[in-house]
């Protein structure tokens, strides 16, 4: 199937989300505790992306890899990157942290650096399921911990986009930096929000 590309339109210098994360969501009824249950479609990358970081399967990375690699190949402004970044994780006490997992194998892939330790979460809140006024709040929730030696292009890899809000936030930290020329950014999968 394949991935469909959607621009991200931020204060980044480009950015895209691979594909859509869920495609259709239907209500079938409650659990014994009154929760509503859905009856989810996903995108084949969606469906990658939540078996991967929720379900806790590893293995799902390789087929993750396969559909990204295509776009890798072809995105013109990866050959300016010299470094790549994940986006700090809300959740400290997962098995692996996902987006870290990803960005590693992209930069592998590239032969690129990768720095796990330059940004920093300085806030346990998740901005999932946030209204617009609440996320406002968390601004500067995200610090940078390192400065660069020399000029950087940045790709930003993160496994979901949803508001755009912790992108944001990375990006007005690393901006910081006079040493950080552009910075890219690419997630595996939009939420329809």
């Not at 892939?109 to 990768?114: D, E, M």
């Not at 006024?133 to 390192?146: L, P, R, V, Y």
């Amino acid at each position: 199937m394949g991935i469909d590309p959607i621009r991200l339109f931020g204060n980044w210098n480009e950015g895209y989300a691979l594909d859509k994360h869920t495609l259709q969501s239907i209500p079938s009824g409650e659990d014994i505790y009154g929760h509503m249950l859905f009856d989810t479609t996903r995108s084949e990358l969606g469906e990658l992306v939540y078996q991967f970081k929720y379900q806790n399967n590893y293995d799902k990375l390789k087929e993750i890899m396969k559909l990204v690699i295509p776009f890798l190949d072809t995105w013109s402004v990866i050959k300016s990157v010299n470094a790549i970044l994940p986006v700090p994780s809300s959740k400290k006490d997962r098995i692996y942290q996902p987006t870290c997992e990803i960005a590693y194998q992209i930069a592998a892939y590239l032969g690129i650096n990768y720095f796990d330790d330059v940004l920093q979460k300085v806030s346990e809140v998740q901005a999932k399921g946030m209204t617009q006024e609440e996320k406002n709040k968390i601004k500067g929730t995200i610090i940078a911990t390192q400065k660069g030696r020399r000029q950087y292009n940045i790709l930003l890899v993160d496994d979901l986009y949803q508001s755009g809000m912790t992108l944001h936030e990375c990006v007005n930290a690393l901006k910081e930096d006079k040493n950080i020329n552009h910075i890219y950014v690419l997630a595996m999968t939009k939420t329809k929000g």
